[in-house]
């Protein structure tokens, strides 16, 4: 223990190391996240675990800040919820409309459409972009449908530095950034382990197990 932080207006336990994040899941606080993985070294890139600190000019990443006595922090201010609102507005411009999700439709909420569903976002704010390109690849078990991709390399990272296959990868700029498996783009002639783990990490339907995909369906097909 190394004191503890006001959040909210409720006092919390720091542990050793840990950064505001952690203390606030640690309390059950949930805030909402996608780019962090505790397997991983934290990114700080998605913005949306920002959180307003008294006396700091600007909110700071929960994810990757680390935790200190007699902090004093707003998660929920209405700036922040519309700082929220704008980042997954811009991310739902980059995908198809939301109804069409494979993952919120068989498995309930992605975490992108979960977390687009707190705080408003309705993909109407912004002009949809032209969305990213499902790979062709013919391997029977995972489906890469990359229109749902937002770029957010959870799935690279988590091959690359938690599974250690370095089976996927990005390539391309901006808007054109996609997920690629090297040399070919199929899996089957990739180092990949078909581990799933890809799978479980990526926060949308980008990426989906094609056996269960395909057991739902039968079940909800069935009277
Ligand atoms: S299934 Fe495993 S090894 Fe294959 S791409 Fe996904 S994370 Fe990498
Ligand atoms: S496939 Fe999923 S995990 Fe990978 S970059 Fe796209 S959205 Fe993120
Ligand atoms: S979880 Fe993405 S910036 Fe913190």
Request: net charge positive; charged share 15%; with cysteine.
């Amino acid at each position: 223990m190394k004191g503890s932080l006001h959040a909210d207006g409720v006092s919390l336990p720091i542990g050793e190391g840990q950064t505001i994040l952690a203390v606030l899941r640690a309390a059950g606080a949930s805030l909402p996240t996608l780019c962090y993985d505790p397997r991983l070294p934290p990114q700080g890139s998605c913005r949306l675990c920002l959180v307003q600190v008294q006396g700091r000019p600007q909110p700071v990443a929960a994810c990757t800040t680390a935790a200190e006595p007699g902090m004093v922090i707003a998660t929920e201010p209405p700036a922040l919820r519309e700082y929220r609102r704008v980042i997954l507005e811009m991310l739902l411009s980059e995908t198809p409309p939301s109804q069409g999700c494979p993952r919120c439709s068989l498995l309930g909420l992605c975490q992108l459409h979960a977390a687009a569903a707190r705080y408003g976002a309705q993909g109407n704010l912004l002009p949809r972009l032209p969305t990213r390109t499902p790979s062709p690849d013919p391997n029977p078990f995972i489906l890469r449908d990359y229109r749902w991709c937002i770029a957010c390399y959870w799935c690279t990272r988590i091959c690359q530095e938690w599974e250690m296959a370095g089976a996927i990868t990005a390539v391309g700029r901006g808007q054109d950034t996609r997920i690629a498996s090297l040399p070919t783009d199929r899996l089957l002639e990739s180092p990949c382990t078909f581990c799933g783990q890809c799978i479980n990490t990526c926060p949308t339907g980008a990426l989906m197990d094609r056996k269960l995909l395909g057991q739902l369906s039968t079940a909800r097909a069935s009277p």
